[in-house]
């Protein structure tokens, strides 16, 4: 195993938040092996692999390209583009699924965020229309659109500053409608 993949390994493990003991617990592999796999000592196998890309939320082939580009401006596209709600609610999860599945596999963090992005949109959708629906009747609808507008683009922004500051993305509430 290269030192690249290992050092990638990692980044992404800090970035998500994970001690080793964490991801040695999620992934199921003793706490050995996650430093030696880290360390660069040991290559992890396929099994290995697809553990650890799953608990790092990523995929196997992103863990072991490291070469692959490393610039924030695809993930940061991404998120950014779901700003496309202020023009027309499902704008918000449309383009960022397509650009999503346009660039998945050029870009490292992308396939997470990417998805993370579409799950949050299209859960902000339906609460959004479900509660306009259900508070439009007894109460004042437009305050209901300012707050649920307002808090989309606050996460939208404050993801963006954690794709920038390397921090793990906080898409909530979010329902997983895109899965690996």
Do not use: C
Not at 129 to 134: E, Q, S
């Amino acid at each position: 195993m290269s030192k690249d993949t290992s050092s990638r390994i990692k980044e992404l493990r800090i970035r998500k938040g994970f001690s080793q003991e964490g991801l040695a617990e999620g992934t199921g592999l003793n706490l050995r092996t996650i430093q030696r796999i880290e360390n660069g000592e040991t290559a992890p196998l396929g099994n290995s692999v697809r553990r650890i890309a799953d608990v790092l939320g990523t995929s196997p082939e992103e863990l072991m390209n490291p070469e692959r580009d490393a610039d924030d401006s695809l993930p940061t596209a991404v998120n950014l583009s779901a700003l496309a709600f202020l023009l027309f609610p499902m704008l918000g999860a449309i383009l960022p699924y397509i650009l999503f599945r346009a660039t998945n596999s050029r870009a490292n963090g992308l396939d997470q965020i990417g998805r993370d992005v579409v799950n949050f949109q299209i859960t902000w959708i339906l609460i959004y229309y479900i509660g306009l629906f259900a508070i439009s009747a007894f109460m004042f609808p437009m305050l209901y659109v300012i707050l649920m507008y307002g808090v989309n683009i606050i996460l939208i922004l404050l993801n963006t500053l954690f794709i920038h500051t390397k921090k793990k993305t906080w898409y909530y509430p979010r329902i997983s409608f895109l899965i690996g």
